[in-house]
């Protein structure tokens, strides 16, 4: 076993123990325990060109820390892995503040509270946050959400019912005001938010084409996720796929992925169409620069809008999503799919199954023991 791998499986250990113990135990015991505990952490070492190398990253232990007034120490159980964490590692003016060198990257999770001086958490609450990619988290509990591990599987909470199912909601539903009966194009339509977009197409009555990568993934949409139809844009013409599954022209174009499907589906454009410009996934890697759309003057011609949104534009609006994707789940009209990977160790290559279609659903790293 590497020597990381048996510190892991030493932390375990010592948070089992302390997990178990009964809270009379006095917090002088939870100091001790907290104290033996080792938090292993990935930190960007370089900044990357193309797709992320091993060397960008430097993993390495630290000791954990007691909680102070007002925080709370949490153990990391799952990690999202998101697309935008590439762009994260960039340099530059974004939506947010790129991740500086040395600092730990900056990643979702969900984990449970070892220990809390915060009167708005207890000891045993699962908890949503950025907790980062580390082993252990230390919260002031700002911009966190508890979590019923009863209602969902904790990864759940990192996909359908978390940011990429708020992603999906608010994309849809508010950028493009999607019509009973219209058609709504789907790229990335396995994925984390896609999965989600085209099942609420659905249940708003409209009629949902997928485009993805592979026949697996193009079946899951078609039998799991609401999907009409499905276009592999691996081994077909996307185009010609369009035009026959779109007769009547696409209504809303759901992106993704940008480059070249941009394109073919913006020729296929319906009058006042609605494109929401969630990401472009197959440009985050470039070290050509972003390659824009060619055939946007299709926008001017059929009277559309394209319009880009970030899912934090509705943090005030996110218990609405929550609620109503929670619903959905309940009753059975929202499926989701997870793909969990085992061991904080494996996140530099994990990240990379995002950019290579590896990912089948929602990908997340389970970090030791749950
Ligand atoms: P995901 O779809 O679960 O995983 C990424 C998928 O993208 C891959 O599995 C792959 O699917 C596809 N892909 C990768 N490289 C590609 C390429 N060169 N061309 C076409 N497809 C490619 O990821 P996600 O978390 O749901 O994110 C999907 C998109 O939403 C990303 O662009 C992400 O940045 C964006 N996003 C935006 C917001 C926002 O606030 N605007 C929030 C969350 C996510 P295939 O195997 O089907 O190719």
């Not at 938090?39 to 909680?67: C, K, T």
């Not at 911009?143 to 759940?156: S, Y």
């Not at 659905?202 to 999907?227: H, W």
């Not at 997870?338 to 990912?359: H, I, Q, S, Y």
Request: aromatic share 8%; hydrophobic share 40%.
């Amino acid at each position: 076993m590497p020597d990381c791998a048996k510190a892991s499986a030493a932390n375990e250990l010592r948070t089992k123990s302390l997990r178990d113990t009964p809270n009379y135990i006095s917090y002088g015991y939870v100091q001790l325990v907290i104290m033996t505990l080792v938090n292993h952490q990935f930190r960007l070492a370089a900044r990357p060109a193309g797709l992320p190398r091993r060397s960008d990253w430097n993993y390495a232990p630290e000791p954990v820390r007691e909680p102070v007034d007002g925080q709370l120490l949490v153990k990391v159980l799952y990690i999202s892995l998101d697309p935008a964490m590439r762009g994260w590692m960039n340099e530059g003016r974004s939506y947010v503040a790129p991740v500086e060198i040395g600092q730990v990257m900056r990643a979702g999770g969900i984990g449970r509270v070892l220990a809390s001086r915060n009167p708005k958490f207890s000891e045993g609450d699962h908890v949503v946050g950025m907790f980062g990619v580390q082993e252990y988290a230390m919260s002031d509990g700002k911009g966190l959400n508890k979590v019923d591990p009863n209602l969902a599987p904790l990864p759940v909470y990192l996909g359908a019912l978390g940011m990429p199912g708020v992603t999906a909601y608010f994309g849809l539903l508010d950028v493009c005001d999607p019509k009973p009966g219209e058609t709504v194009v789907v790229s990335a339509a396995s994925g984390a938010v896609g999965m989600v977009v085209g099942q609420i197409a659905k249940i708003k009555q409209c009629r949902a084409i997928g485009i993805a990568g592979g026949k697996e993934k193009c079946d899951c949409t078609l039998r799991d996720y609401g999907y009409a139809a499905a276009i592999d844009y691996k081994s077909e013409n996307v185009s010609q796929a369009l035009r026959k599954h779109c007769p009547n022209g696409i209504n809303i174009y759901f992106d993704n992925v940008g480059g070249e499907i941009l394109d073919n589906v913006l020729a296929q454009l319906a009058r006042r169409a609605r494109v929401s410009i969630c990401g472009a996934i197959s440009q985050y890697n470039s070290t050509e620069g972003v390659k824009g759309p060619s055939n946007y003057l299709s926008l001017l011609v059929n009277h559309a809008k394209m319009e880009g949104f970030v899912v934090t534009d509705y943090a005030e609006r996110w218990g609405e999503a929550i609620r109503e994707l929670a619903g959905w789940y309940a009753s059975g009209k929202l499926k989701t799919r997870e793909d969990v990977v085992a061991g904080l160790e494996t996140f530099p290559d994990t990240l990379l199954k995002l950019f290579r279609g590896e990912n089948f659903g929602k990908l997340v790293i389970k970090v030791g023991g749950a």
